[in-house]
Structures are given as structure tokens and as C-alpha cells.
């Protein structure tokens, strides 16, 4: 082997390795997230916002992944706030 394909090899071997570290949780302001989670946000005085859809425009979306978040702005009688697509 020449060195241009040993150099090729290492970078491979490297960026195969450093894959499994990399895929990991994200936190925001946490040091150590959840295990269980993929996002872990933490504050004591911020909350989180949600994309905020009118009734028309939750309806257009198009197959909607299971447990979408949103909240919805227009007058609704049941009750106002988040739902769960």
C-alpha cells in the first residue's frame, strides 16, 4: 500500500468510529440530557413555542406524523391551545 491509500483508509476508520459518538441527544441549556429523548430542553424562565397554525392551515398538512405538535389560533369551542396530530 502507498501512503495516499494508508491517509485514505485512516480518515475512513476515523469517521466510522466517530459516527457512533456523534449520534447522541441534543440539550438546550442541560449538560446531560435525557437518555430517553432526543430533544431535552430546560429552563425556569422560558417556555417553548409551538408553530402556530390557524384550523385551515392544520387541516392542509398532509399526512401528519404521529404526535405533531401545533397550536392552533383560531376560536375553537372544545378548547384553545395545543393538539396532538
Same mark, same amino acid.
Given at each position: 500500500m502507498n501512503k495516499t491509500q494508508i491517509k485514505n483508509y485512516s480518515i475512513a &476508520?476515523?469517521?466510522?468510529?466517530? $459516527? &457512533? *459518538?456523534?449520534? $447522541?441527544?441534543v440539550g438546550i441549556? =442541560? +449538560? /446531560? @440530557?435525557? @437518555? /430517553? +429523548? #432526543? !430533544?431535552?430542553? +430546560? /429552563? =425556569?424562565?422560558? &417556555? #417553548?413555542? !409551538?408553530p402556530r397554525l390557524t384550523t385551515a392551515q392544520r387541516n392542509a398538512i398532509s399526512n401528519p $406524523? =404521529? &404526535?405533531?405538535? *401545533?397550536?392552533? =389560533? /383560531?376560536p375553537v369551542n372544545k378548547f384553545s391551545g395545543y393538539i396532538c396530530l
Open positions: &476508520g476515523l469517521f466510522l468510529l466517530s $459516527a &457512533g *459518538i456523534l449520534n $447522541a441527544q441549556n =442541560t +449538560s /446531560s @440530557p435525557d @437518555p /430517553s +429523548s #432526543v !430533544l431535552d430542553i +430546560s /429552563s =425556569t424562565i422560558k &417556555g #417553548v413555542l !409551538l $406524523a =404521529t &404526535g405533531l405538535l *401545533i397550536y392552533e =389560533t /383560531s
